[in-house]
Nanobody, 115 residues
C-alpha cells in the first residue's frame, strides 16, 4: 500500500501561481504513472496532468502551457506547478498513482482562484 498526501493548496488570485506537492509513503519509482486530477462540484474528476516513471508527461488541454508536473523519485514526491491561474481552476486537486496491482489516491487539497 502507498499513502499519498497532498499539500500546497489554498487561495490564489487570477494570474497567480501555486505549487502542489504529493508525498508518498514509500518509493514511487515502482509506480508506473503518477498524475494529478481535479474535481469541481457537480463534475466528474478530471485528469489534468500525468507523468510516467521514465519522465514522459501529458496534460489536459485546459492546463497545457500553464501547469507543469514533475516527480522526484529520491524524495518520493510529485509536484504540480500551476501558473497563470484562472477562476475555473478552482477545484479539489487529487494526487493519483498507478502501481502493478493497485491504484492510489490522496485525500485532495482545495485550490481556490478568486480576486
Amino acid at each position: 500500500q502507498v499513502q499519498l498526501v497532498e499539500s500546497g493548496g489554498g487561495l490564489a488570485q487570477p494570474g497567480g501561481s501555486l505549487r502542489l506537492s504529493c508525498a508518498a509513503s514509500r518509493n514511487i519509482s515502482s509506480l508506473a504513472v503518477m498524475a494529478w486530477y481535479r474535481r469541481t462540484p457537480g463534475k466528474q474528476r478530471e485528469l489534468i496532468a500525468s507523468i510516467k516513471s521514465g519522465g514522459r508527461t501529458g496534460y489536459a488541454e485546459s492546463v497545457s502551457g500553464r501547469f507543469t508536473i514533475s516527480r522526484d523519485n529520491d524524495k518520493n514526491e510529485i509536484y504540480l506547478q500551476m501558473n497563470s491561474l484562472k477562476p475555473e481552476d478552482t477545484a479539489v486537486y487529487y494526487c493519483h498513482g498507478i502501481g502493478i496491482e493497485n491504484i492510489y489516491w490522496g485525500q485532495g487539497t482545495q485550490v481556490t482562484v478568486s480576486g
